[in-house]
């Protein structure tokens, strides 16, 4: 090959490596914040993805130009219906790996539930509440975190699916013996969106992104397109490797499956919670692809990955931001081009 002219930049980022397919569409949440947080409480919860809306805040940015001065936000409604506590499990570390050490499950779970989580909890081998929660007591000087057993019902939300997503969610905040007390007292019960979010706070977003199938490297990595009288073809990289070593480096961009892959978008930042019966939020004819939102909803600001429908997980932001927490005043709502008032928050203070 003669001297180059121009350098060429990489093309397409190995961050997201390997680029396979999601095995299941419920996200696998690996960390859960350490900061910020005094009393324990659950580090994310699932919503569903509705649609998105434009929402006319005031910019409540301090020293900006625009502080005070209406703005607009391409934003996203997330319905949210209740999730259900089942149970929790105690980990253990030895040498830096976390390990399953006591489950504790609710009594009397519905019989679909105790299928679900047959893999953890085996009808032959099962303790009562009580049993397991005196086990999980005696065992507080080897856990060091707990993490909540949850379940959300998509039909609740208006989804055809009646099987509930469940996941494990991590308890933040405080320390073992204080999150043992947190989620004995949330074992069986429900929580509210209303009682979780609150206006103007951040978190992450977390999904199973849309998927796009096979996709060659011009549109999976980015890679330019070869001169038109190339030989062969064009919509390919120009060489794979060299002579020696004879092996195809993983680096090299390589066609492969497109989408369905976990990611997440951080310090997103809540500009309503509400519900439909107070503040109706569904257009006319209902959300493309959805329908008509039922019960409680979240809407945050931007977009969030995956498809209309799809189970989004959101998280106590990983690195929270500096700033106060202050809810937006909203002043209207556009949705389907007609503009909706929507309960605000009061203005800001100079």
Same mark, same amino acid.
């Given at each position: 090959?003669?001297?180059r002219?121009?350098? =060429?930049?990489?093309?397409? &980022? ?13 996200? +696998?949440? +690996?960390?859960?914040?350490? $900061? ?10 699932p919503?569903? #993805? ?10 409540? $940015? ?5 502080? *005070? ?5 391409p934003?996203?409604?997330?319905? @949210?219906?209740?999730?259900?506590v089942?149970?929790f $499990? ?5 040498? *830096?790996?976390d ?6 499950f ?9 299928? +679900? ?5 085996n009808?032959k ?13 005696s ?6 975190n707990? /993490?909540?057993v ?6 609740? /939300? *208006?989804?055809?699916? %009646?099987?509930p997503?469940?996941?494990e ?15 004995k007292?949330i ?6 969106a ?12 977390? @999904?199973? =992104? !849309? ?12 890679v #330019?397109?070869?001169?038109?009288k190339?030989r #062969? ?19 090299v961009?390589? /066609? ?5 892959h ?6 997103k930042?809540?500009? /309503?919670?509400?519900?439909a ?6 257009? &006319?004819? %209902?959300f ?25 997980d959101? +998280? ?28 605000? @928050?009061?203005?800001?203070? !100079?």
């Amino acid at each position: 090959m003669g001297h180059r002219k121009h350098s =060429t930049p990489r093309r397409g &980022s190995l961050a997201f490596s390997p680029r396979a397919r999601h095995q299941v569409l419920v996200p +696998r949440i +690996r960390n859960w914040t350490t $900061r910020g947080i005094d009393k324990p409480t659950l580090g994310g919860f699932p919503l569903f #993805k509705v649609g998105m809306v434009q929402i006319v805040t005031l910019d409540d $940015r301090e020293k900006t130009p625009n502080f *005070g001065k209406p703005m607009f936000n391409p934003a996203t409604v997330l319905s @949210a219906p209740s999730v259900t506590v089942y149970g929790f $499990r105690g980990y253990g570390r030895k040498n *830096g790996i976390d390990f399953a050490l006591v489950d504790v499950f609710a009594n009397n779970l519905p019989e679909e539930i105790q299928e +679900r989580i047959s893999f953890v909890r085996n009808s032959k081998d099962s303790e009562s509440f009580d049993a397991s929660l005196k086990k999980a007591e005696s065992m507080l000087g080897q856990i060091v975190n707990f /993490a909540a057993v949850v379940g959300v019902t998509p039909n609740e /939300a *208006g989804l055809a699916n %009646g099987n509930p997503q469940i996941q494990e969610v991590g308890i933040v905040g405080g320390n073992p013996k204080s999150q043992f007390e947190y989620v004995k007292e949330i074992v069986g019960n429900t929580i509210k969106a209303s009682d979780y979010f609150k206006p103007g706070a951040y978190v992450d977003t977390i @999904a199973i =992104t !849309k998927g796009k199938g096979f996709e060659g490297v011009i549109t999976r990595f980015g890679v #330019k397109r070869k001169q038109h009288k190339s030989r #062969k073809t064009v919509r390919e990289v120009g060489v794979i490797s060299p002579w020696h070593p004879a092996t195809v480096m993983y680096t090299v961009p390589r /066609a492969g499956q497109m989408g369905f892959h976990q990611r997440a978008d951080k310090n997103k930042r809540i500009l /309503a919670v509400s519900n439909a019966q107070q503040n109706p939020i569904t257009p &006319s004819g %209902g959300f493309p692809h959805f329908g008509d939102v039922r019960g409680d909803y979240v809407i945050v600001r931007g977009s969030v990955p995956g498809p209309i429908k799809r189970l989004v997980d959101t +998280r106590l932001p990983l690195y929270p931001r500096r700033q106060k927490v202050q809810p937006p005043r909203v002043v209207e709502v556009n949705i389907a081009g007609k503009a909706m008032p929507l309960i605000s @928050a009061p203005a800001p203070s !100079k």
